[in-house]
């Protein structure tokens, strides 16, 4: 397969590109991510999202700790090619780090952010488990 395709991107100087993934059967934004080429091309090579962390200046696999996969069905590029939006099953219903269905849980009322989506699983509890899996496998 060629990478061709992936020239059709509208990078950002810095080789990004922002990805809304969205939920594939209710529509609902899941969460707001960045990609670089590589991300890009093993998200659909693997069909699992892969995003570029901006704060970590590496790959992560979406879920690689958290067990929370997303599973690509569709990758569409916006009108101005700038922008990625992936149709995704959430595995195990969250998103979010946060331990929330997505990362819009805050909504702005008056002149105060409200949260409005209950926290699912707590997080420590989410990372905990990765932290022991990880910790178990280091140990081999």
């Known amino acids: 397969?060629?990478?061709?395709?992936?020239?059709?991107?509208?990078?950002?100087?810095?080789?990004?590109?922002?990805?809304?993934?969205?939920?594939?059967?209710?529509?609902?934004?899941?969460?707001?991510?960045?990609?670089?080429?590589?991300?890009?091309?093993?998200?659909?090579?693997?069909?699992?999202?892969?995003?570029?962390s901006r704060s970590r200046k590496k790959l992560w696999h979406k879920g690689e700790e958290s067990g929370h996969v997303q599973k690509v069905h569709e990758v569409r590029l916006d009108c101005d090619e700038d922008v990625i939006l992936l149709k995704v099953e959430q595995i195990g219903g969250i998103a979010c780090h946060t331990g929330r269905h997505n990362c819009f849980y805050q909504k702005l009322e008056g002149q105060e952010w409200v949260s409005i989506e209950p926290v699912l699983k707590d997080p420590a509890e989410i990372y905990r488990v990765a932290q022991a899996?990880?910790?178990?496998?280091?140990e081999k």
């Open 1 to 52: 397969m060629t990478d061709t395709w992936l020239n059709k991107v509208n990078w950002t100087h810095d080789g990004l590109v922002p990805v809304i993934a969205q939920d594939k059967d209710n529509g609902a934004v899941l969460m707001v991510a960045w990609m670089n080429r590589e991300a890009l091309k093993r998200t659909v090579e693997g069909g699992e999202a892969v995003y570029w």
């Open 133 to 138: 899996v990880v910790s178990h496998q280091d």
